[in-house]
């Protein structure tokens, strides 16, 4: 079972850049699709990006679509997320998350990281 690590989380201005990692360790990371979400104070958990295993397919929630990038490497067992152009709104604690196959519900994904604190400010 892969177990996940988040780094790479800041304080930023708005328009500023970020960019997440998502560390595996343990098998088999390569076969895993890696969820992206983000959790606002008082908000439920929310779907941010998710990645399937070969990297190949990617799918974005609206709100970031055409500022946030998921890539991996899987020879690294690592995931990340390139977020540019960020506003205030995309504030909150960030995780990656594991499954097989690309799904949008937290609920549907079994294996989280400790997640990564992003504070934008305006």
């Known amino acids: 079972q892969v177990q996940l690590v988040e780094s790479g989380g800041g304080s930023v201005q708005a328009g500023g850049s970020l960019r997440l990692s998502c560390d595996g360790s343990?098998?088999?990371?390569?076969?895993?699709?890696i969820g992206w979400f983000r959790q606002a104070p008082g908000k439920e958990r929310e779907f941010v990006a998710a990645?399937?295993?070969?990297?190949?397919?990617?799918r974005y929630a609206y709100s970031v679509r055409g500022r946030f990038t998921a890539s991996r490497d899987n020879a690294k067992k690592t995931a990340y997320l390139q977020m540019s152009d960020l506003k205030p709104e995309d504030t909150g604690v960030y995780y990656c998350?594991?499954?097989?196959?690309?799904?949008?519900?937290?609920?549907?994904?079994?294996?989280w990281g400790q997640g990564t604190q992003v504070t934008v400010s305006s």
């Open positions: 343990g098998r088999p990371f390569g076969a895993y699709a």
């Open positions: 990645q399937n295993w070969s990297g190949v397919d990617a």
């Open positions: 998350a594991a499954r097989y196959g690309i799904e949008y519900a937290a609920s549907d994904y079994d294996l």
